[in-house]
């Protein structure tokens, strides 16, 4: 089945514990990325990927890091993780012509 | 600054009757508009885009580059119409994406 899965989906941790959320989609696509969810803001953009190795900042990308080391993996790194990094992370990927895939999202809480 | 607005956070409206979701943008360049919706208990997903100029679902929505709008609409709503919509608008490379906060639609029976 054609999907994109993010693991963990739901994880609480404490400040300043590393962690990493992993994105991994099997549809081929070359276009990768992240997004938050809070509530009353939407989606917001974190990070974004065109294609291996070429990563890009979105609208919110401080506190977080991506690489894009296979094309089908996009994992999410907090390296120090804050209370205000509390919120859903949806992970997506696409095609040109901006349909984007999404992930079931993954509920972090940062105490 | 790039933004999507989207005014209600929720419209209720009974079965059969018209629906319109607003939504309004602003963006220093030539925008591409997008509509995904997320039903319970299901992924978020395309509704339709602009750049296709698709009715699906029976919903259509027309882009007014002078209002700055890309409002969604249905003339006669179902009941499995009920969801969140989420407006979104990308520039012509396909590569940032900036959504609205999202409008809760109840079709009441």
């Known amino acids: 089945e054609a999907q994109v899965t993010q693991n963990p989906r739901y994880l609480i941790t404490v400040t300043g514990k590393k962690l990493t959320v992993t994105c991994s989609q099997n549809?081929?696509?070359?276009?990768m990325s992240w997004y938050r969810q809070d509530p009353g803001l939407g989606l917001r953009q974190i990070y974004y990927?065109?294609?291996?190795?070429?990563?890009d900042k979105g609208d919110v990308p401080e506190g977080y890091k991506v690489s894009r080391k296979e094309k089908r993996n996009f994992p999410l790194i907090l390296e120090s993780p804050s209370p205000n990094q509390t919120s859903l992370y949806f992970c997506?990927?696409?095609?040109?012509?901006?349909?984007?895939?999404f992930g079931e999202g993954s509920r972090l809480t940062v105490l | 600054a790039q933004r999507v607005t989207q005014p209600e956070k929720l419209l209720s409206v009974f079965k059969g009757a018209p629906v319109e979701l607003k939504c309004n943008y602003s963006?220093?360049?030539?925008?591409?508009l997008f509509w995904y919706v997320q039903y319970s208990r299901q992924r978020l997903q395309l509704l339709l885009r602009?750049?296709s100029r698709e009715s699906i679902k029976g919903f259509t929505a027309d882009l007014n580059k002078g209002e700055t709008s890309f409002h969604l609409k249905k003339p006669f709503a179902q009941e499995e119409d009920s969801a969140m919509y989420y407006c979104?608008?990308?520039?012509?490379?396909?590569?940032?994406?900036?959504f609205g906060s999202g409008t809760k639609l109840n079709v009441k029976p």
């Open positions: 979104a608008l990308s520039g012509f490379n396909f590569n940032k994406f900036y």
């Open positions: 963006y220093s360049g030539s925008p591409e």
């Open positions: 549809m081929n696509h070359e276009y």
């Open positions: 602009h750049i």
């Open positions: 990927s065109m294609n291996v190795e070429v990563t």
């Open positions: 997506a990927s696409g095609l040109r012509g901006g349909e984007l895939f």
